[in-house]
């Protein structure tokens, strides 16, 4: 992909957010990574999706230094640079405070899958990461909490489950481009309303069967997928 094209993804992806109703003010951002060329494309600090053009996004190496762009990066380039570093899978990534997956992560709780919805998208429960410690807040914040997602991932397949919570924090979710990272960031926050209002009809329900979770997961996903052609994309922003 030519640098122009990811750009136009970047800003594409952004202005998403707030269509999606995932997004108030700037509380949102998309990111994306070109492995060969060496540079992640990001939303720059506090800008109104709406001014976001090709020409001001901003552009930085692999140590975070801007190349191209007028104003500096989004404060969350740290998390996405140990995001990008860790999972090698994984070529966008979306940050929200979208409501109902953020009161979730601010209680601290994993999303259960209470249904197939769920399933067809995330392997198992949407992690949440612990709360960062003192010196975690007080050192280098962003870095860090990039690597507390990491910890929390440990054994876990970030492809099969392509979202964390960060405790006390907001959502983020991940993707092999653009499209897929927002497509996920969309779908996570569904689960999430889905999951409290179960949990709020019935504080005691429990996950479905694994036989359940593991037939629709992999009815969509894996060398045996036979439903793999959905609404990826569609609706969304622009994708062939």
């Known amino acids: 992909m030519e640098l122009l094209e990811l750009k136009a993804a970047v800003v594409a992806g952004n202005k998403e957010l707030p269509k999606q109703n995932l997004v108030k003010y700037s509380w949102g951002n998309v990111g994306a990574i070109d492995r060969e060329k060496g540079v992640i494309v990001i939303k720059p600090v506090g800008m109104p999706y709406d001014e976001l053009t090709v020409e ?3 552009v ?23 995001l ?23 209680a601290g709780m994993d999303i259960p899958c209470f ?9 198992r429960s949407i992690p949440c990461t612990r709360q960062l410690t003192d010196d975690e807040i007080n050192g280098d914040f962003e870095r860090l909490t990039g690597q507390v997602i990491l910890e929390r991932f440990r054994g876990l397949d970030p492809v099969a489950t392509p979202g964390v919570l960060v405790a006390g924090h907001g959502v983020f979710t991940w993707g092999k481009d653009v499209y897929d990272a927002v497509h996920k960031s969309v ?20 996950p479905v069967p694994a036989a359940l979770m593991d037939r629709h997961y992999f009815r969509k996903h894996g060398v045996n997928a036979y439903f793999a052609h959905d609404d990826y994309g569609h609706g ?5």
């Open 84 to 106: 990008f570093k860790g999972f090698p899978q994984i070529n966008a990534i979306v940050h929200t405070h979208s409501t109902y997956a953020t009161m979730w992560a601010q």
């Open 56 to 58: 001001n996004v901003s």
């Open 115 to 123: 249904g197939t919805t769920h399933a067809d998208y995330f392997y």
């Open 187 to 206: 779908v996570l926050e569904e689960i999430a309303k889905m999951a409290f209002g179960t949990r709020l009809l019935f504080p005691e329900a429990q």
């Open 60 to 82: 930085v190496d692999l140590d975070g230094k801007v190349l191209e762009g007028p104003f500096a990066p989004s404060v969350d380039l740290p998390i996405d640079m140990e």
């Open 236 to 240: 969304m922003v622009d994708h062939d």
